[in-house]
C-alpha cells in the first residue's frame, strides 16, 4: 500500500516489528530509576501504535520482556509486570474503541495466572477487530518458539496425524506463535544495538533492519516515517538476480 506523507509518497510496509530497547539508559540519562524508562516506553508503545495503524500499517509486533529478561533484578522483572498488567487491562477499552486485534506471543504460561487470564480475555474480544493486529511479544524468544513449534509437531507425526516426511516450512510457520500472520517486512531497534536478541528468529529471515541510536522513550512518528523512507530506498530481491 502507498500512503502520501507530509507531501512524500511512501511504500507503507504491512508488518512492522520493533525491539523497544533504551527505556533503562533513557532513565539513567536522568537520574531516574530503570522503572521510569519503562513505564515511559508503555506510553511511546500507546502512540506508536496508534501511529502505525494511522499509517496504514496493518500489522505491529513489539518486543516487551524477552525469555532472557528474566535475569534482570526482581525489582525491575516486577515493575515490567505490573506495567503489563495495567496495559493488557487499559487495551481492552482503546482496542475495541480503535478497531485493533491483540494477540500476545510467547510462552504465556510462565506468567502469572491474573495476566495470563487478562491476555485471554483481550484477545477473546478484539478477535473480530481488523484496522491493524497488534502482536506484543512477553516471554518471548524466537528459539524458544521454534523449540514449541517442534514438541507440537513431533507430538503430531509420534501420534500418526502427521507425516514426518510431509514437514515443509509452511507447516512451521503454522505452528509458531505468529499462525496465519505474514513475515515482517521491517523491522526496527532502536537504542543503537544492531542484534536481534532472540526476536523472531524464523520470520526475520527476508526482513530489512533499520537500527536508530534513538532510545524507546523518545521515538515518535517522525523516527517511524524516517525508518519507513529508509524501507522504500531498499531493493528487496528475495534471493532472486
Ligand atoms: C528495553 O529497554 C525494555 C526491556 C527489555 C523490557 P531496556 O531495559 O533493555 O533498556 P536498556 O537497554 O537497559 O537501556
Ligand atoms: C531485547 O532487549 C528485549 C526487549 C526489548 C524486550 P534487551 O535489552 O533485553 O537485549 P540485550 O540484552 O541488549 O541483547
Ligand atoms: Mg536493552
Given at each position: 500500500m502507498t500512503k502520501v506523507i507530509n507531501g512524500e509518497e511512501l511504500n507503507i510496509p504491512t508488518h512492522?516489528?520493533?525491539?523497544?530497547?533504551?527505556?533503562?539508559?533513557?532513565?539513567?540519562?536522568?537520574?531516574?530509576?530503570?522503572?521510569?524508562?519503562?513505564?515511559?516506553?508503555?506510553?511511546?508503545?500507546?502512540?506508536?501504535?496508534?501511529?502505525?495503524?494511522d499509517l496504514g500499517i496493518r500489522?505491529?509486533?513489539?518486543?516487551?520482556?524477552?525469555?532472557?529478561?528474566?535475569?534482570?533484578?526482581?525489582?525491575?522483572?516486577?515493575?515490567?509486570?505490573?506495567?503489563?498488567?495495567?496495559?493488557?487491562?487499559?487495551?481492552?477499552?482503546?482496542?475495541?474503541?480503535?478497531?485493533?486485534?491483540?494477540r500476545v506471543i510467547g510462552d504465556t504460561s510462565a506468567l502469572a495466572e491474573d495476566i495470563q487470564e487478562s491476555i485471554r480475555h483481550l484477545e477473546e474480544v478484539t478477535k473480530d477487530c481488523d484496522s491493524i493486529d497488534f502482536l506484543i511479544a512477553i516471554n518471548y524468544g524466537g528459539r524458544d518458539e521454534i523449540r514449541r513449534a517442534v514438541k507440537k509437531l513431533t507430538a503430531q507425526a509420534a501420534a500418526g496425524t502427521i507425516d514426518p516426511d510431509s514437514i515443509d516450512e509452511q507447516m512451521i510457520s503454522d505452528s509458531l506463535d505468529t499462525a496465519g500472520i505474514p513475515d515482517p517486512d521491517l523491522l526496527i531497534r532502536t537504542s543503537g544495538e544492531e542484534r536481534l536478541s532472540n526476536f523472531l528468529t524464523w520470520q526475520l529471515a527476508y526482513t530489512e533492519f533499520y537500527f536508530t541510536d534513538c532510545l524507546w522513550p523518545d521515538f515518535d512518528r517522525d523516527e517511524l516515517v524516517t525508518a519507513i523512507r529508509y524501507y522504500n530506498k531498499r531493493d528487496r530481491r528475495f534471493g532472486g538476480a
Open positions: 512492522v516489528a520493533i525491539i523497544m530497547d533504551g527505556n533503562g539508559r533513557w532513565a539513567k540519562k536522568r537520574h531516574l530509576p530503570r522503572g521510569m524508562g519503562h513505564r515511559e516506553g508503555g506510553k511511546t508503545m500507546e502512540q506508536i501504535l496508534e501511529d502505525a495503524k500489522y505491529l509486533t513489539v518486543y516487551a520482556f524477552s525469555t532472557e529478561n528474566w535475569k534482570r533484578s526482581v525489582e525491575e522483572v516486577t515493575g515490567i509486570m505490573n506495567l503489563l498488567r495495567k496495559y493488557l487491562k487499559d487495551c481492552v477499552e482503546r482496542s475495541l474503541k480503535n478497531n485493533m486485534r491483540v
